[in-house]
Structure formats: structure tokens, C-alpha cells
């Protein structure tokens, strides 16, 4: 004998509502800045394993390329980005110009400061990966208050019936 749990199909169409919504955003812009966070953290992991197995002329071959193809693929990016008026992927062109630079200037920050290698690729990684954990919550919260906006229906009510108030005043006599 199987029991049989009725449930109110309005709760049940919302909960999926909600649970499309949220699968939604985690396909899209989660997922876009995962897999950038992704190819960072391999990027920095590979550029580490080279540091130890190629000598410094090498290695700075290896910086001076992969920075010149994080430059041609931030100035590809932006250029997307400026003819379809995208403003996101605007901002992931950015990003690949400021690893192209943290890239660059990898060898005459590890000169100045005299700090080895993977001090500075170790550096990198945490700011990179910070700052992805960051502007993925960010995202997350600004698509959260706009998901429970649309819900509200305040500024409609207020919109539509606007309150006049009148001020009164209360004649006191100062003593």
C-alpha cells in the first residue's frame, strides 16, 4: 500500500520557479567566472611547475608569450564587448589585461623586491582567486535582490496610489 502526500501545486510551481531561477544563474554568470577563476589557478599552477623546470631565460620567454597572448585576448575581448554594448564582458577583457600586466612585470617586481618566484605566483593566485570569490557573491546578491523585487509588489501599490498628506498644525499658546 503506498501513501499518497498531496501537496499544494502553487507551493510546488514556486518552489521550481525558484530552484530554475537559481540553476539558471548558476549556469550563466557563476559558471563564466568559475571557469575564468579555473583557467587562473592553472595558469599560476603551470607557471609554477616551469619556474622549476626551465632555467630564467626560458622562463622569461615563457612570461613575455603567455602575457602578450593574455594582452591580444583582453584587447579581443573588449573589442566584443564595445560592439554589442556588453558591459560584463567589458569587465572580463579587463581582468585578462591586469593578469597580462601582473604578468609582465613579474620579473621586474621579483628584481625590485627581491622575493623568489613563487612567492610572487603563490601572490597572484590568492589575489586572483579572492577577488573571484568576491565578484561571484557580489553577482549572487544583486541577483538575489533583484529575483525578491520582482516579487514585491510595493513600488506598484505606491505608484498607483499615491497618499496626499496634509499637514496640520496645532495651535499651542507659549506661556
Given at each position: ?6 501537496t499544494?501545486?502553487k507551493e ?12 539558471n544563474?548558476f ?25 622549476n623546470?626551465l632555467?630564467s ?11 602578450f597572448s ?6 579581443i ?5 564595445y ?14 589585461l ?8 613579474m ?22 582567486t579572492?577577488?573571484?570569490l568576491?565578484?561571484?557573491?557580489i ?5 538575489k535582490?533583484?529575483?525578491?523585487e ?5 513600488k506598484?501599490?505606491?505608484k498607483e496610489?499615491p ?13
Amino acid at each position: 500500500m503506498r501513501l499518497k502526500v498531496e501537496t499544494n501545486s502553487k507551493e510546488e510551481n514556486g518552489f521550481r520557479n525558484k530552484l530554475k531561477k537559481i540553476n539558471n544563474y548558476f549556469t550563466g554568470d557563476a559558471l563564466a567566472n568559475l571557469t575564468y577563476a579555473s583557467m587562473i589557478i592553472i595558469y599560476f599552477i603551470f607557471f609554477s611547475i616551469l619556474s622549476n623546470t626551465l632555467d630564467s631565460q626560458r622562463l622569461l620567454i615563457f612570461s613575455n608569450i603567455a602575457s602578450f597572448s593574455f594582452l591580444f585576448f583582453a584587447i579581443i575581448t573588449i573589442e566584443v564587448a564595445y560592439k554589442k554594448d556588453e558591459n560584463y564582458t567589458a569587465l572580463h577583457g579587463v581582468e585578462f589585461l591586469v593578469l597580462a600586466i601582473f604578468t609582465l612585470l613579474m620579473q621586474y617586481i621579483l628584481k625590485s623586491f627581491k622575493i623568489s618566484i613563487h612567492v610572487y605566483i603563490i601572490a597572484g593566485l590568492v589575489i586572483f582567486t579572492i577577488y573571484y570569490l568576491l565578484k561571484t557573491a557580489i553577482l549572487f546578491t544583486k541577483e538575489k535582490r533583484k529575483e525578491l523585487e520582482s516579487y514585491s509588489d510595493i513600488k506598484e501599490i505606491v505608484k498607483e496610489d499615491p497618499i496626499d498628506r496634509k499637514t496640520t498644525r496645532k495651535n499651542k499658546k507659549v506661556n
